[in-house]
């Protein structure tokens, strides 16, 4: 991804982004009734503990878990600092780690640069990218050191069933496996009773992984979290992460504190813009026999497969002819032909003609 990132040409139009339309100051004051931003003239700017602000810690227990405490939760600078510090922490050479593609990159790539034998199990949109349960009980064995799921889904925004979820949890039991649940995406469910219980609730050896940027549609605020009842992991979690942020920043903590209470406000406000975009989407996309789409049930993208044009091809056609930029397949590590649509942006239907009319060559 960073390759490809490198080659871009300057000023292109982004509508491939996995989170929804940030939030003005304004918008978002407006939306909660308080005035999040506002820094005590007291507070003094200096280092915050490594594990994270305790009074942040309390509200993330709240507000995002059931069972999960404060001490169990360690804040980091964003999603990717607590991926990296997660697989470093919980992974040697040699340990096997299954994961679903497609996939956010690092999800795999990182085990991958640390010398694990990594297993993917592939979501196929002939089975509306359902993850198939007698699939990923043949990948996890009794050696397999952890099991990586990500739903709501990224890239194709499908979701899965509590049933299933909790089938996934007894595969691990039974394997002694690890669970990391990547849950940037926990809250934009298109429909929010079919929102699931985060993993690091329901199993010992289970990691649930959020975030600022995404649900939250603020990725100007630096912060995600790590979630774990296992004090040993969570101790080296902490290690490692001294070794490279330190601490998060105290007035991100400070906001975020004030912000999360509010998050089923924030969560609606972004899933009436996807689902509104959704449903402009499904009219549209009917009119093109050239593409196969699955209606997303949850997040802020989808995954729209192309059947008679190389989605790389289609990358840089639009970005030709449209200035406009989706992300290919090989981003995502899968070779279904699809490319990651943003469905979080106002505003969307013009863009969405100009991109499906580029479809047909």
Not at 50 to 55: A, E, H
Not at 159 to 176: S, V
Not at 186 to 215: C, F, N, Q
Not at 326 to 337: D, R, S, W, Y
């Amino acid at each position: 991804m960073s390759e490809f990132y490198q080659q871009l040409p300057a000023g292109l139009t982004n509508f491939h982004a996995s989170n929804p339309e940030p939030f003005s100051v304004s918008e978002l004051q407006s939306l909660v009734d308080a005035p999040v931003f506002a820094i005590p003239q007291d507070m003094l700017c200096h280092y915050d503990a490594v594990q994270g602000d305790l009074d942040l810690r309390k509200v993330i227990a709240q507000y995002v878990f059931e069972s999960v405490k404060a001490h169990q939760i360690i804040t980091t600078c964003g999603a990717q600092e607590a991926i990296f510090c997660l697989y470093h922490a919980l992974l040697q050479p040699g340990d096997h780690v299954v994961t679903l593609t497609p996939t956010f990159e690092p999800l795999k790539a990182i085990p991958e640069h640390i010398g694990c034998r990594v297993t993917d199990v592939p979501l196929l949109p002939e089975n509306d990218w359902q993850p198939v349960l007698d699939d990923i009980n043949a990948a996890v064995n009794h050696n397999t050191k952890l099991l990586v799921i990500n739903f709501p889904h990224n890239p194709t925004g499908i979701h899965i069933d509590e049933y299933l979820l909790g089938q996934i949890i007894d595969i691990c039991k039974a394997n002694d496996c690890w669970l990391f649940s990547d849950e940037v995406f926990r809250g934009l469910e298109h429909d929010p009773s079919t929102r699931l219980p985060a993993v690091a609730d329901l199993y010992a050896r289970g990691i649930s992984l959020s975030v600022m940027s995404k649900a939250f549609a603020l990725p100007a605020i630096r912060l995600g979290w790590l979630a774990c009842q296992d004090q040993q992991l969570r101790s080296r979690l902490i290690q490692i992460k001294s070794q490279l942020s330190i601490c998060n920043s105290r007035l991100d903590a400070h906001v975020s504190t004030h912000i999360i209470p509010h998050h089923e406000a924030i969560y609606k406000r972004n899933t009436d813009i996807i689902n509104d975009n959704k449903q402009k989407l499904s009219s549209l996309i009917s009119q093109y026999p050239d593409l196969q789409w699955v209606q997303p049930a949850g997040a802020s993208t989808c995954f729209p497969v192309l059947k008679h044009i190389d989605s790389q091809q289609f990358t840089q056609k639009l970005i030709q002819t449209c200035n406009t930029l989706v992300l290919p397949k090989k981003l995502f590590l899968t070779e279904n032909n699809g490319f990651r649509l943003a469905l979080g942006f106002r505003n969307s239907q013009e863009k969405f003609e100009q991109i499906f009319g580029q479809t047909v060559i």
